[in-house]
DNA sequence: ATTAGCACTATACATTACAGAGTGCTAACA
DNA sequence: TGTTAGCACTCTGTAATGTATAGTGCTAAT
């Protein structure tokens, strides 16, 4: 593998944001003329001839100019980009946007989905706090119909997850309040992540065959707390900024991707891939998730946080050719408004005044 | 006003059918060869010269076919549209399609959302049962942190809004406890609208000026039940579907249309409109309810309801040339089986069986 | 009242021509 | 030896042109 000069990477780097800028194949004239006035085009041209054959860029047909393959643009967010740096005013804007709202998490989270999808001008995402990682509150049973109960779980961060559960036996509104009372004691300041161990694994033991309302408290919990593959754990929105993109002006491409969206599953995927990172802001090009679907979109994302523990995944979607530079610093500030919010969640009002 | 003829309705017909199957102007050769064999193009030119003069038809350009205008696709609807009956096998797939949920109302209305938009290859949209028209089951009231209390209101359908609201004072749980089981008590198999009601009247009268449980109690229930206007309260799915419409190949027209169901107000309002209908299918055209961002689009639906009292609304949303007389039926029977389904949820799992 | 026939018109489509942008290569230059 | 000017070549996009097609309105004949 050969290592590349100073001056290749100056060049690939120009080639890359000006595609980035303006969606079209970039020329050594262009280059020559506004990054590089200290060399003519036909050097250029030889330096770009090489970085093609070096598998960085891309020539979509023989008098086109150069467009970055995904390998140069990997490189080029790797090494070459310089973010920039968030001014003061974006900032503001950001934590602004939190300022007026009056209700909980839910909100926060689709207020920020809002945030990103305006600021970048793309489709933006937000995966929710994994129930696992959020503390358990309360839980409440409230009988429905026959052997039908609304199971009505509450996290610490005031997320409600309800779900209803049948039951084989049908048992009274009082019974359910007993259970519920019973339960709300013993998990009192556990994670729900350990909820679930803790009710998996007293469920095996001796106990659970005599003690009738032991036994039935776990049995409905264990069954509120089943993870529906199928639940919507994520807002997307501004789904129509991606329209601006000339890129998805193929009709045919647009509604592959709007598919995907809709089937929210493969998206849950892209984002778990996410979760499990370290801090900062992540890149996920389309082709590298080698899922069709994907193929022509990308993600920046970064976690968010409580304290140390990692709740969920907020995002920018659009076209492989983004605006990297700009939106990875305001995806980052967002997310640390957000872990900020989540941390504290009183802030809010605080600030207002 | 002049009436039509039998003769010219017959040719009005004609175009509107053919224009809602191919989507192209329809000539008078046309009408004459698959329309009307006894009649030769001239006949039906004259004819189609007096429906344009009254304003059925509209004409793109001096040598192009016939349009339907908007009085014309009316009157179609109105009088003479032939709506076909739904097969035995298109009912069996609605219900069938409500077979394997186990989850509770939500649930139903989502894959109504889903099963409608994939008959009808549209967008379909769904409305939530109002508050007001659903019975009140229970109230509960969590602490979450200083002056912030969760409130859960769960209707007798099993659907559960919840709220953060704030209050001036801090209350402990064991206060809030009192509190939500006194409400419990006494607003026990009322409608939500009539809670709402007997909660603003109470409030007024001098007991709440000395009771200081029951004032707390009306207090926070009254900020419960505060209708948030952003509320995303009504199902989107199958947008994609829309693409496959040709008249949406044009990008301009499909961002001004996402770009409507995105704020979803716009929607909610349409919705509304035909809540207060009687019973059977409505059809709103687009250019009918003179909201510039609805005017390419229309609105088939149907009100659902749990006996006589009206919940919600279904529908189909696509282009105004749409394939009325199979998915009026369509919308009809799917309401038909939803209304049943919130008459009388346990169903679902007997037909299970 | 209906229709055949004809002149007229607008669109859609294919063909052609041409300008523009870009490349690779060669030869000259510092 | 690295850089550059110059030139022939290639591909695309666009504008201009011609032609086929589908439709109309009108008139005169049935």
Redesign the interface.
């Known amino acids: 593998m050969v290592e590349l000069s100073q001056r290749d990477k100056k060049i690939l780097k120009a080639v890359v944001v000006d595609y980035i800028k303006s969606g079209e194949p970039v020329g050594s004239r262009t280059v020559s003329k506004k990054y590089m006035t200290n060399l003519s085009s036909a050097t250029i041209r030889n330096v770009m001839a090489d970085l093609e054959d070096l598998g960085y860029l891309y020539q979509p047909h023989t008098s086109a100019g150069r467009v970055p393959t995904e390998k140069g643009l990997r490189f080029y967010l790797e090494s070459l980009m310089e973010i920039e740096k968030l001014g003061k005013r974006e900032r503001d804007a950001i934590r602004r946007a939190y300022l007026d709202l009056?209700?909980?998490v839910e909100?926060i989270l689709k207020k920020t989905s809002q945030v990103l999808s305006n600021l970048c001008s793309q489709a933006a995402v937000v995966l929710w706090p994994r129930l696992t990682a959020t503390k358990f509150?309360?839980i409440?049973f409230?009988r429905?119909?026959?052997n039908?109960v609304?199971t009505?779980l509450?996290a610490?961060s005031?997320i409600?997850h309800?779900?209803?559960v049948?039951y084989d036996e049908d048992i009274a509104q009082e019974e359910l309040d007993k259970l519920s009372n019973y339960l709300n004691d013993i998990l009192k300041d556990m994670t729900l992540g350990e909820v679930k161990n803790r009710i998996l694994e007293e469920m095996k033991e001796e106990k659970a065959l005599f003690d009738q309302i032991y036994n039935r408290a776990m049995q409905i919990m264990k069954k509120a707390l089943q993870e529906?593959a199928e639940e919507a754990e994520l807002y997307i929105?501004?789904?129509?900024n991606l329209?601006?993109n000339p890129e998805f002006?193929d009709?045919e491409r647009?509604?592959r991707i709007?598919?995907a969206?809709?089937d929210k599953s493969r998206l849950l995927k892209l984002l778990d891939m996410t979760l499990g990172s370290s801090e900062g802001v992540q890149i996920i090009l389309g082709p590298e998730t080698e899922t069709q679907e994907l193929n022509e979109i990308s993600l920046v994302s970064s976690t968010y946080r409580k304290g140390e523990v990692v709740l969920g995944v907020v995002g920018v979607i659009g076209p492989i050719r983004m605006d990297y530079p700009k939106i990875v610093p305001i995806v980052d500030y967002t997310a640390q408004v957000l872990s900020e919010l989540m941390e504290n969640?009183?802030n809010m009002?605080t600030s207002r005044s």
């Not at 929105?237 to 129509?240: D, P, S």
Request: glycine residues 10%.
């Open positions: 009056t209700g909980g909100e509150k309360r409440e409230v429905l119909y026959r039908h609304l009505i509450v610490e005031g409600v309800h779900r209803l049948t529906k929105e501004g789904q129509a329209l601006d002006a009709i647009l509604k709007l598919r969206f809709e969640p009183e009002d």
